[in-house]
T-cell receptor
């Protein structure tokens, strides 16, 4: 039982490049989330999903897209990376909307 | 506005002593959930404890307890018998309301350092 996993763990991009972050969970959770964490701040929600095939915008969605084609996977895409997207990205999942969320180990992304 | 405030950017505690980390929240929803997470230097987010707004008793999980004062809108985390491994960032968070966007609203965190 791996919980929530994220790939890659680290990535360096140049401005304008694209990439996809993969989140996978093996707990059969309906709800999945993508957050970003910037220095000195708590986490902010980028996008979330309440079930397979659904996605919705969070607090800071601009510049990101997501897809949830399979229940266990939640993908975060950056189409044209910008230095402002340098951050640590966390994926999380939960069984119900108001349950505790279980987090992945994070992806540290640097955009030059 | 829905907001979590943690006013202590950093705290020290002596090993084996108890420590209280402050958290106040702001929401107009009558139903909400409050959470505490620990983030050690390795970076992962570890769930510690949960308190529902309708829970009559304060939540406890081992050495962690949540001092929930609804009228004051505070949800302080109490760690008893501090251990060196408790040194980490601690985040208070809230899910406001049953019809919200399900997002966890985080505070800015408190860095706790346990001294031997």
């Amino acid at each position: 039982n791996a919980g929530v996993t994220q790939t890659p763990k680290f990535r360096v991009l140049k401005t304008g490049q694209s990439m996809t972050l993969l989140c996978a969970q093996d707990m059969n959770h309906e709800y999945m989330y993508w957050y970003r964490q910037d220095p000195g701040m708590g986490l902010r929600l980028i996008h979330y999903s309440v079930g397979e095939g659904t996605t919705a915008k969070g607090e800071v969605p601009d510049g990101y897209n997501v897809s949830r084609l399979k229940k266990q996977n939640f993908l975060l895409g950056l189409e044209s990376a910008a230095p402002s997207q340098t951050s640590v990205y966390f994926c999380a999942s939960s069984y119900l909307a108001d349950n505790e969320q279980f987090f992945g180990p994070g992806t540290r992304l640097t955009v030059l | 506005a829905q907001k979590i405030t943690q006013t202590q950017p950093g705290m020290f505690v002596q090993e084996k002593e108890a420590v209280t980390l402050d958290c106040t929240y702001d929401t107009s929803d009558p139903s909400y959930g409050l959470f505490w997470y620990k983030q050690p230097s390795s970076g992962e987010m570890i769930f510690l404890i949960y308190q529902g707004s309708y829970d009559q008793q304060n939540a406890t999980e081992g050495r962690y307890s949540l001092n929930f004062q609804k009228a004051r809108k505070s949800a302080n985390l109490v760690i008893s018998a501090s251990q060196l491994g408790d040194s980490a960032m601690y985040f208070c968070a809230m899910i406001p309301g049953r019809d919200s966007s399900y997002k966890l609203i985080f505070g800015s965190g408190t860095r706790l350092l346990v001294r031997p």
